[in-house]
């Protein structure tokens, strides 16, 4: 009995010391280990990966392809300094054609100067109109393919080297959102490396071919206090695009866009309904591009250098029904249009029509099935038309 | 010319933005943006880009990270962007 009686003493003890160290131990874990340090490192970002299906007919040849598509992993880094200062970056891995493509998507600081005011320096995404800033990542944007116009050969800017003023507030009874920035300006192609490009603008020059910058600027208006309905306008201005000494260095640029967007929960409709679109127009200052025929003969010519471009977008997703499965879809529908200068070399006249099922996992995760049909008019040097026609199943998730 | 394209476009532009500014002048929409709660501006400008996240997908120092960022690339008011990560970071 005694025994007993001093061996459950002991394991008695011994639960009521096990007890208090893992409380103290809880305590000097959470004030040392688990207290949240004043400086933050956190890595985001996004990924897809799927299946694309292409038949093409160019009138004289028809192709057809399917391929799994290796995936893109995009990791976002972000550094909280603290409550004012940022850093930035996004890398963009892609699986393309048996290579990996590494894209340097931005890497930017920013300072909250005050509650109007942030500054942001380095390599960041240009608010010309909201698609590439804001609606380009994968688990957001509603198809696997940008709109015409948008991306590589694209004609608006993407992104930009330099120093941008941003914010927003609220005036009178309407909200407003702004952005302005100086960043290094577009390159001219002259045609002398690539003459199916002459006169193309390129853009993401991280380091400037000449002292011209480019100037640009976003402003945004909400009509309504519910902050559903947002109408942009934005502009890129420089005044010189080619090489110092080169007959293209005061050959300017002016660029405009014009952005609408709405999105609200409409209860008359069950649910949700998000319409996106965006105008985008390129006006290049004339000039004189040269042309080597086949015989050899050299000849000047020159165009009307403007390109424009337009997308709409219409999304619904049955949010307020009462079946899980069925609030989880959504039906996405889209037009969209590229048009480039009528005499250029890339000369081309565009058009896409996509319709979509997407099918939300979560808030950040959805599988999407598309169905795309495209006609391309010219482009490069050709003169041919094709009908393009895609079918893709994609996985995109954001981290 | 262009100079003179610039200002078209922007007068445009603006006057298009004043009448609307106008027109949705009313003394409903006057406290509508103050009187928002964290959980209606939460709902009202994350899905405006992007479905809303789940207050759980992130604990309260991730959030304050986050908050920064999409400040900065929303383009959110310092008001709103307070009520909304105020709101995720009570309930989560």
Same mark, same amino acid.
């Given at each position: 009995m005694l025994l007993f009686f001093l061996v459950g003493n002991v394991i008695a003890q011994d639960t009521k010391q096990d007890t208090e160290i893992d409380s103290l131990v809880e305590a000097a874990l959470l004030r040392k280990g688990f207290k949240p340090s004043k400086t933050q490192f956190m890595?985001?970002?996004?990924?897809?990966?799927?299946?694309?299906?292409?038949?093409?007919?160019?009138?004289?040849?028809?192709?057809?392809?399917?391929?799994?598509?290796g995936g893109t992993f995009a990791p976002i880094f972000l550094f909280n300094h603290n409550d004012r200062l940022m850093f930035e970056a996004e890398l963009e891995f892609t699986l393309s054609h048996g290579d990996l493509d590494v894209g340097f998507e931005y890497a930017d600081v920013m300072y909250v100067l005050n509650d109007y005011m942030t500054v942001r320096a380095g390599k960041f995404l240009l608010p010309f109109g909201t698609f590439?800033?804001?609606?380009?990542?994968?688990?957001?944007?509603?198809?696997?393919?940008?709109?015409?116009?948008?991306?590589?050969?694209?004609?608006?800017?993407g992104s930009g080297v330099g120093v941008e003023l941003r914010g927003a507030f609220y005036l009178g009874n309407t909200k407003w959102n702004y952005s302005t920035y100086l960043t290094n300006g577009p390159t001219i192609n002259d045609g002398s490396d690539e003459p199916e490009e002459a006169g193309m603008l390129h853009f993401e020059n991280l380091k400037d071919n000449n002292t011209s910058k480019a100037f640009g600027g976003r402003i945004g208006f909400f009509p309504f206090a519910d902050s559903s309905t947002e109408i942009g306008y934005s502009f890129y201005n420089t005044n010189g695009t080619g090489e110092p000494g080169s007959e293209y260095e005061k050959t300017g640029a002016f660029l405009y866009a014009l952005d609408f967007s709405f999105v609200k929960q409409i209860s008359a409709l069950s649910g949700l309904v998000d319409i996106k679109a965006q105008y985008n127009n390129s006006k290049v200052e004339d000039a004189f591009f040269t042309e080597t025929h086949d015989d050899g003969d050299v000849e000047d010519y020159t165009f009307d250098n403007e390109s424009n471009s337009f997308y709409v977008q219409l999304s619904y997703r049955p949010t307020m029904s009462g079946n899980d499965f069925v609030k989880n879809l959504e039906f996405v529908g889209r037009y969209s249009e590229y048009n480039t200068p009528e005499g250029a070399e890339w000369e081309s006249q565009s058009s896409q029509y996509s319709f979509g099922l997407n099918y939300w996992l979560s808030w950040r995760s959805l599988i999407k099935l598309s169905y795309e049909s495209a006609e391309l008019e010219g482009g490069h040097g050709s003169h041919g038309a094709a009908k393009v026609k895609t079918f893709s199943l994609h996985w995109a998730i954001g981290f | 010319m262009k100079t003179f394209k610039i200002f078209g476009i922007a007068a445009i532009v603006i006057g298009t933005l004043a009448t609307l500014t106008l027109t949705s002048c009313s003394v409903e929409q006057a406290t509508a943006y103050k009187s928002r709660s964290g959980?209606?501006?939460?709902?009202?400008?994350? %899905?405006?880009? =992007?479905?809303?996240?789940?207050?759980?997908?992130?604990? $309260?120092?991730?959030?304050?990270? %986050?908050?920064? =960022?999409?400040?900065?690339?929303?383009?959110?008011?310092? $008001?709103e962007s307070k009520k909304i990560f105020e709101f995720l970071r009570t309930a989560n």
């Open positions: 890595i985001r970002g996004y990924g897809h990966t799927g299946f694309t299906s292409t038949k093409s007919d160019t009138g004289h040849e028809k192709t057809k392809e399917s391929t799994f598509d590439m800033e804001r609606l380009h990542p994968s688990w957001i944007n509603r198809f696997v393919s940008k709109p015409l116009g948008f991306g590589h050969g694209g004609m608006a800017p | 959980a209606q501006a939460w709902g009202e400008n994350c %899905i405006r880009c =992007h479905s809303t996240p789940s207050p759980s997908s992130y604990n $309260d120092v991730d959030w304050s990270t %986050i908050e920064l =960022h999409m400040k900065v690339r929303a383009n959110l008011t310092a $008001d």
